[in-house]
């Protein structure tokens, strides 16, 4: 069934019927501790959420392309340059977005809208994930050909877990850093493994953070169908 648009990209008014409502460019979906389904709608420069009655509405954003309002109280006056990844942390009660176009990452917490990161590092964001056996958030980005930790103590930053930066295939059975990894856009944290889609590989790929070395679970880099 359609949760959220009409197939017609454009932006609709807070408080519409989202099954009913066209939406625009909508890039990563989560659910937050109260059961609403937030998504960034990318081409509006919004975090947006529906809630269990099906009604549309702006969670964070004015709708305007830029940066501004951190530490804003009204999330809703909020400014992004779009939203390319977005994750609720529901362990520390943390939502996270990242943007491909600014090069940070931010925060909605206790503490209100916070930037945590900016680093050019971040090209193409496109998901988090947060191991819940290790206690830490994870961001792939695709355009970097990398897999980050994002280390969120009081000084956050980003740290290298897979990839090297360039776009290939190597490294299995090795170490992670050394690994060459290709456009990969979608990772999965389960049971103190992450779990990489390797995309222009036509791979899927672990690391089990026992052993700490990067593997194949699936695909042979041949884009043919078994």
Not at 73 to 93: H, R, W
Request: glycine share 12%; with cysteine.
């Amino acid at each position: 069934k359609v949760v959220a648009g009409t197939g017609v990209a454009a932006h609709s008014i807070d408080g519409s019927v989202a099954k009913a409502s066209p939406i625009n460019d909508p890039r990563g979906i989560t659910f937050n501790a109260s059961g609403d389904l937030l998504f960034g709608e990318n081409g509006s420069h919004k975090i947006r959420k529906i809630d269990p009655g099906g009604v549309l509405r702006d969670y964070i954003g004015n709708g305007n392309q830029g940066f501004s309002g951190d530490g804003q109280g009204d999330p809703t006056l909020v400014e992004m340059d779009g939203v390319s990844a977005l994750f609720y942390d529901d362990v520390n009660a943390r939502l996270y977005w990242s943007s491909s176009v600014d090069e940070r990452i931010r925060v909605q917490d206790s503490n209100g809208i916070n930037t945590i990161i900016n680093d050019a590092s971040i090209i193409d964001p496109r998901q988090f994930c947060y191991d819940r056996d290790g206690g830490s958030l994870y961001l792939v980005d695709a355009g970097a050909h990398k897999v980050f930790r994002v280390e969120t103590e009081s000084t956050p930053y980003l740290s290298v877990v897979a990839g090297t930066g360039a776009a290939g295939f190597s490294g299995d059975a090795g170490d992670p850093i050394s690994a060459q990894l290709n456009k990969p856009v979608s990772i999965l944290c389960e049971k103190n493994t992450l779990f990489i889609a390797d995309t222009d590989n036509h791979r899927i790929r672990y690391i089990n953070w026992n052993s700490s070395v990067i593997k194949t679970a699936a695909g042979t880099g041949s884009l043919t169908y078994n």
